[in-house]
């Protein structure tokens, strides 16, 4: 029974209807009917049980944080608090805290702006596994870059169907000596990977990120839907986003690939054999000419209203949407 004057968690909290009410901003319908659980650790919060956002636990990694209590149960949503902070210092397996039969896992950072949740790459080795089937992270910032003279090797790898991103903000590069390799690796068996408001933005240095997004196997059905890479990558005929290795039934739409290396030909790039279509989407490269091929390879996708464009000058049309 609720305590009169505490906030209290589903299922002992407040319902209406049926339905949980909570200030997690995806909680109805992101919950799974597993276990929730808060965490927090800004200035002022106790170290709790995660029971309650009154009480959070401290930490989401480590064989004493919010993962690790999932204990292997399906359908589980984590609130994270705003202001919290934490670091990524070495492979962090997400199937290994939670269990391999905890699928159906949200994450979710509450608040706006610079008060929302904060994880840092720390080390070399940081490395977040996204690695169990229905893993979803939503409205947090990953800092891939947070170190100085580090560079992180894979920051970011999935490798289970059916998860994504939503709303996350991430910082590749900082300088030429803090930056990531490779940002995000869609591997085998991450079917169906979406990114669905995701923001990458950084500046160009004399060192950058080899591949911001890749894919190393023919994932099937990957998807990005309202999302900005403003970014850079190291080589001038590389995109920002890098559809390697011919994935199928690829939908993109409503994004803006920006490949800010100097002189850089290509925005984003596929492989041959890559079937898909990308609709609404603005591609743009820094050399004085190219915008009709500044999405490179395209293989066998398909083009609908998606442009092309250098600085300064009106967009034209990517060449393959002429069919």
């Not at 994880?119 to 893993?135: D, E, K, P, R, Y």
Request: proline share 5%; with cysteine.
């Amino acid at each position: 029974m609720g305590v009169p004057g505490k906030v209290t968690n589903f299922p002992n909290g407040v319902s209406s209807f049926g339905w949980v009410v909570s200030p997690a901003a995806y909680a109805a319908q992101s919950w799974g009917g597993g276990p929730t659980l808060w965490v927090g650790n800004r200035s002022g919060l106790p170290a709790g049980d995660g029971s309650t956002p009154a009480y959070p636990l401290s930490a989401l990694f480590g064989t004493s944080g919010a993962l690790a209590k999932v204990n292997n149960k399906p359908g589980a949503t984590i609130s994270i608090l705003p202001g919290h902070v934490e670091s990524i210092t070495a492979s962090t397996s997400i199937s290994a805290l939670t269990g391999t039969s905890a699928t159906g896992l949200n994450i979710i950072g509450l608040s706006v702006g610079a008060q929302r949740p904060l994880f840092n790459w720390t080390a070399a080795a940081s490395a977040l596994l996204q690695n169990i089937a229905g893993c979803w992270i939503r409205n947090c910032v990953f800092n891939f870059s947070s170190t100085a003279a580090t560079v992180v090797t894979a920051a970011l790898t999935v490798s289970a169907a059916d998860c994504g991103l939503d709303g996350v903000e991430i910082k590749p590069a900082t300088s030429a000596t803090q930056l990531t390799t490779t940002g995000i690796t869609v591997a085998s068996g991450a079917t169906k990977y979406t990114l669905l408001g995701v923001e990458v933005i950084s500046e160009t240095f004399a060192t950058n990120p080899t591949d911001i997004l890749t894919t190393t196997a023919a994932v099937d059905k990957f998807t990005m839907y309202g999302c900005r890479f403003l970014t850079a990558v190291n080589s001038t005929t590389n995109g920002v986003i890098n559809l390697a290795n011919a994935p199928t039934n690829v939908w993109i739409e409503d994004c803006t690939f920006d490949n800010k290396k100097a002189v850089s030909t290509v925005a984003a790039i596929a492989s041959a054999s890559t079937t898909g279509a990308v609709n609404f989407c603005a591609c743009i490269i820094q050399a004085a000419t190219g915008g009709a091929t500044a999405f490179a390879t395209p293989g066998n996708l398909a083009f609908g209203s998606t442009r092309g464009g250098v600085i300064g000058k009106a967009m034209i049309d990517i060449t393959p949407q002429s069919g």
